[in-house]
């Protein structure tokens, strides 16, 4: 197989594999069982696609066949025991949902009382019978296709602590009989919060890959806008699914501007802001708004939401309100405390009252256990000891950042600010 056809085949996985699962767990009724059976359709494409070369639509040929195979399960369950004679009784209907055209199939998932076998997966994922972190574990793997590694970066825990908790998270939902369905009336409010903490968390990691050789994978960062929009239609009256829904806009509207011709990261402050979609940043606003006039108390989402509108509102870097971004900093750590949170509100103190402030939040943070392996962090103290003209110190910082970074660009990034900053250092005589 050769290495492009290698490329494309993980692309298209990449791309259609929560759907992929989505649609059989719909018809299995088991989400493990649907994974292993997506699985096994991957394979036959590898097998055959080798051979024969990839088809014209490699999505449809892939949701085909894990269809197919599906049927076959259902078959061998209903001749393998008796009682399960009601998988066997409507097997025909489930038959019909098998069509070569893969937006046939989509259609019919769609026009069922639900609809979105995603957000069934998603809900499915996320119930409560399952602790949380597991719940976002496994739902990152089936709905993000993200591996193991890049799970457990995001959680900042080990990778073999992520592994148990999904093969856990599928062996309970089984023996739970859970059923593939989205939840209404109460149970929807309480699955509500670890959904979005799933969806936000799939944005991140196509916002800002934690491992790869590009710095955004945008095809992930799509696919939670998407998933946010559909939530918010079916929840209007969530403040913090609208919160959320505007936070993932603003954020995406700047993703043009975020790399160079070359791929290369280009950070906020020296980003060209004409690159901005200004579309997506009115439907932010927009979505932002709606979320505030619901009223009560801000939760992070909203908060996080109105920290990017921040941004979105200033025409230009030196124009934003850095001292209503570290009140609302504040208010957020109120709300949510974590380690993360106070790296930023560091870095908006630092804007804001200057970096000596900023380097005074960071210092309980160099100890603490879920950032040792964080590279951002000697990444934001790096540039704050650079503007207080501490090169040398800023230099090593800087190297240590790149030396934790999991992503190519994030590590090319820092590398180029170590050596800006060792030049710095020397000064101008030694460098002549």
């Not at 066949?65 to 097997?91: C, F, I, V, Y």
């Not at 193991?148 to 908790?165: D, G, M, S, Y």
């Not at 020296?270 to 979320?291: F, P, T, V």
């Amino acid at each position: 197989m050769t290495t492009a056809t290698q490329e494309a085949i993980a692309a298209v996985w990449r791309i259609e594999s929560a759907r992929i699962v989505g649609a059989v767990a719909r018809m299995v009724r088991d989400v493990g069982t649907a994974e292993d059976i997506a699985q096994d359709a991957l394979l036959a494409a590898l097998d055959h696609w080798t051979r024969e070369g990839l088809p014209d639509r490699p999505g449809a040929w892939l949701m085909t066949t894990a269809k197919h195979r599906a049927l076959d399960h259902l078959r061998h369950l209903r001749m393998r025991d008796e009682k399960h004679a009601e998988l066997g009784a409507d097997l025909e209907a489930r038959e019909a949902l098998v069509v070569p055209d893969f937006v046939d199939a989509l259609d019919a998932a769609r026009q069922d009382e639900i609809g979105d076998d995603l957000l069934r997966l998603m809900f499915t994922a996320c119930h409560p019978v399952l602790p949380t972190d597991a719940r976002v574990a496994l739902t990152l793997r089936l709905l993000g296709g993200l591996s193991t590694q890049e799970i457990a970066r995001a959680f900042l825990v080990p990778e073999p602590t992520i592994a148990q908790r999904i093969v856990r998270a599928k062996r309970t939902l089984g023996e739970a009989r859970v059923p593939f369905e989205l939840p209404r009336g109460e149970a929807l409010g309480e699955r509500l919060a670890s959904v979005l903490e799933v969806i936000y968390l799939v944005f991140n990691e196509g916002y800002t890959a934690t491992a790869g050789d590009d710095w955004m994978r945008p095809a992930l960062a799509q696919e939670a806008l998407r998933l946010g929009r559909v939530l918010a239609g079916l929840a209007r009256t969530e403040p913090e699914v609208l919160g959320l829904l505007a936070l993932m806009e603003l954020q995406a509207s700047r993703m043009g501007a975020r790399t160079d011709a070359q791929g290369r990261p280009v950070l906020l402050a020296d980003q060209d802001r004409g690159r901005w979609d200004r579309l997506l940043i009115r439907r932010g606003l927009a979505a932002l708004e709606r979320a505030e006039a619901l009223g009560g108390a801000r939760g992070p989402y909203v908060l996080q939401a109105a920290i990017a509108a921040c941004h979105a509102r200033a025409v230009a870097a030196p124009e934003t309100d850095w001292l209503r971004i570290a009140d609302l900093y504040a208010e957020l750590a109120a709300v949510m405390p974590s380690p993360v949170v106070e790296l930023n509100r560091a870095v908006a103190v630092g804007m804001a009252h200057g970096p000596a402030a900023g380097l005074q939040i960071l210092e309980p943070l160099r100890t603490h256990k879920a950032m040792r392996q964080y590279p951002w962090l000697p990444g934001v103290r790096g540039d704050l000891l650079a503007r207080l003209g501490r090169h040398a110190e800023a230099a090593a910082e800087f190297a240590q950042a790149a030396a934790l970074a999991g992503n190519a660009r994030e590590r090319e990034l820092m590398q180029a600010r170590a050596t800006e900053a060792v030049r710095a250092a020397e000064g101008p005589a030694q460098r002549n």
